[in-house]
């Protein structure tokens, strides 16, 4: 048996080679067939990780989620083929991959990877974040039924959104409320959990992602952009104001001709309207640009942070010119998610009928003849579901062959799911983006 020195020493090493991964346009670092979970058993209960919460019936008081006489059960049997990651997300050595409960066997919507541990394993089993028992629905009303895209914040924050939803096919449920959580990543503690009004939406359906806008010298005074692609609206909440309202607006809506897609050998029509929101440089008077664009369209939008911030500029019919269309990225250029890096200045793009990442240069005119293309590979980069970029300079992105899995069948011979990974400062090499 390997002494445990050893098993450090291999687990450093594959570490380092994770980090190491850099010169080409982005390096495949994870990839599975199926998804495995480490804490999928029946009755399994994580005994050392548990979330506590502030008892508003206590002054200075916590309670906690997950302990191990809370009587967590399970929340039915694991169906492998069922598990497709769609979100990922790196902060100081843990990779928070995210499973939707959009099929039924999916034991933990909210997972992680240890890099430290797990990170020497082509296809290492997910770890559920914070524990499997707070990942059991059906164990408490307080527990997590859906998440799809995390977010960290200048805080050191995990944001992200509940839907609240089981979007089994032919049977929907809204079991609760959606809600959006926040919690510290330095104590893995809940800071806040805040359900949406039902006069926000009716059902957690197309919140789908979560964009932090806050200055790390005030954290309590963040704001959360929460793009709705049912509904086509812009949600923002305050956390110091303990607020939410919402924009519509029409540049939120699908582009009809943008809505045809042909993606992993499979054609299909999807009306996704507003999807991703990413916020710009710091401007000079202290603000900021927020961009934004739907998912079933080629063309990015523009607003600043000053206009939602503002609850009362919600209430406005007319919006005038605050909400301004910044052009087309070019054709096949529909995207899922995109992201602003302060290091470089350029804007990466998850584009999913090219099967890669784009990049637009802020301090260029967005035209067509500005957006440049990173890497593309339509047999393994199939469906970039999400993109993010880590507080080191590195852009992640996790590729899923959801289209394959909706409308036709996934090969589990074959690798379905990988995540990629590249610095922010040679993603850009070599392109328009420069």
């Given at each position: 048996?390997?002494?445990?020195?050893?098993?450090?020493?291999?687990?450093?090493?594959?570490?380092?080679?994770?980090?190491?991964?850099?010169?080409?346009?982005m390096?495949?670092?994870?990839?599975?067939?199926?998804?495995?979970?480490?804490?999928?058993?029946?009755?399994?209960?994580?005994?050392?990780?548990?979330?506590?919460?502030?008892?508003?019936?206590?002054?200075?008081?916590?309670?906690?989620?997950g302990?191990?006489?809370?009587?967590?059960?399970?929340?039915?049997?694991?169906?492998?083929?069922?598990?497709?990651?769609?979100?990922?997300?790196?902060?100081?050595?843990?990779?928070?991959?995210?499973?939707?409960?959009?099929?039924?066997?999916?034991?933990?919507?909210?997972?992680?990877?240890?890099?430290?541990?797990?990170?020497?394993?082509?296809?290492?089993?997910?770890?559920?974040?914070?524990?499997?028992?707070?990942?059991?629905y059906?164990?408490?009303?307080?527990?997590?039924?859906?998440?799809?895209?995390?977010?960290?914040?200048?805080?050191?924050?995990?944001?992200?959104v509940?839907t609240?939803?089981?979007?089994?096919?032919?049977n929907?449920?809204?079991?609760?409320?959606?809600?959006?959580?926040?919690?510290?990543?330095?104590?893995?503690?809940?800071?806040?959990?805040?359900?949406?009004?039902?006069?926000?939406?009716?059902?957690?359906?197309?919140?789908?992602?979560?964009?932090?806008?806050?200055?790390?010298?005030?954290?309590?005074?963040?704001?959360?952009?929460?793009?709705?692609?049912?509904?086509?609206?812009?949600h923002?909440?305050?956390?110091?104001?303990?607020?939410?309202?919402?924009?519509?607006?029409?540049?939120?809506?699908?582009?009809?001709?943008s809505?045809?897609?042909?993606?992993?050998?499979?054609?299909?029509?999807?009306?996704?309207?507003?999807?991703?929101?990413?916020?710009?440089?710091?401007?000079?008077?202290?603000?900021?640009?927020v961009?934004?664009?739907?998912?079933?369209?080629?063309?990015?939008?523009?607003?600043?942070?000053?206009?939602?911030?503002?609850?009362?500029?919600a209430?406005?019919?007319?919006h005038?010119?605050?909400?301004?269309?910044?052009?087309?990225?070019?054709?096949?250029?529909?995207?899922?998610?995109?992201?602003?890096?302060?290091?470089?200045?350029?804007?990466?793009?998850?584009?999913?009928?090219?099967?890669g990442?784009?990049?637009?240069?802020?301090?260029?005119?967005?035209?067509?003849?500005?957006?440049?293309?990173?890497?593309?590979?339509?047999?393994?980069?199939?469906?970039?579901?999400?993109?993010?970029?880590?507080?080191?300079?590195?852009?992640?992105?996790?590729?899923?062959?959801?289209?394959?899995?909706?409308?036709?069948?996934?090969?589990?011979?074959?690798?379905?799911?990988?995540?990629?990974?590249?610095?922010?400062?040679?993603?850009?090499?070599?392109?328009v983006?420069?």
């Amino acid at each position: 048996m390997l002494s445990l020195h050893v098993l450090l020493l291999c687990a450093i090493a594959g570490l380092q080679l994770l980090i190491s991964a850099d010169g080409d346009p982005m390096i495949e670092v994870f990839k599975w067939k199926q998804l495995d979970f480490y804490n999928r058993k029946d009755g399994y209960m994580d005994l050392w990780s548990r979330l506590c919460i502030p008892d508003p019936h206590v002054y200075n008081s916590r309670k906690c989620l997950g302990s191990s006489n809370s009587g967590a059960s399970s929340t039915g049997s694991f169906i492998q083929y069922n598990n497709v990651p769609q979100g990922v997300t790196h902060f100081r050595g843990r990779l928070f991959v995210t499973v939707p409960r959009r099929q039924e066997g999916i034991p933990s919507t909210l997972n992680y990877i240890d890099l430290a541990m797990d990170g020497w394993n082509q296809s290492p089993n997910l770890r559920a974040y914070p524990n499997f028992a707070l990942n059991q629905y059906n164990a408490s009303e307080q527990n997590l039924v859906s998440v799809y895209r995390t977010s960290v914040d200048a805080c050191g924050r995990l944001w992200f959104v509940d839907t609240g939803m089981l979007e089994f096919p032919n049977n929907r449920q809204q079991i609760r409320r959606p809600s959006i959580w926040v919690i510290d990543l330095a104590n893995d503690r809940l800071l806040k959990r805040f359900e949406i009004p039902q006069s926000i939406v009716e059902i957690g359906r197309g919140l789908a992602s979560i964009t932090v806008d806050v200055d790390a010298r005030r954290c309590a005074d963040a704001f959360a952009y929460i793009p709705d692609l049912v509904n086509r609206r812009l949600h923002v909440y305050h956390l110091r104001s303990d607020r939410i309202w919402s924009f519509e607006h029409s540049y939120f809506n699908f582009d009809p001709l943008s809505d045809d897609l042909n993606i992993g050998g499979q054609t299909f029509r999807w009306d996704d309207g507003i999807f991703s929101a990413t916020l710009g440089a710091y401007k000079a008077d202290g603000s900021r640009d927020v961009y934004f664009h739907p998912m079933a369209s080629t063309n990015e939008f523009v607003v600043s942070n000053r206009v939602l911030k503002q609850e009362c500029n919600a209430a406005r019919s007319d919006h005038g010119d605050d909400f301004q269309l910044l052009g087309t990225r070019g054709p096949s250029t529909q995207s899922t998610m995109h992201k602003y890096d302060p290091r470089t200045g350029v804007i990466f793009f998850a584009e999913v009928q090219k099967s890669g990442v784009g990049c637009w240069k802020t301090s260029k005119p967005f035209s067509t003849e500005n957006h440049g293309s990173v890497y593309s590979n339509s047999s393994e980069m199939i469906y970039p579901s999400d993109l993010t970029i880590d507080e080191e300079g590195y852009i992640w992105v996790m590729s899923n062959s959801m289209p394959i899995f909706v409308y036709s069948k996934l090969d589990v011979e074959k690798y379905n799911f990988r995540i990629w990974r590249q610095a922010t400062s040679l993603a850009k090499r070599g392109t328009v983006c420069e």
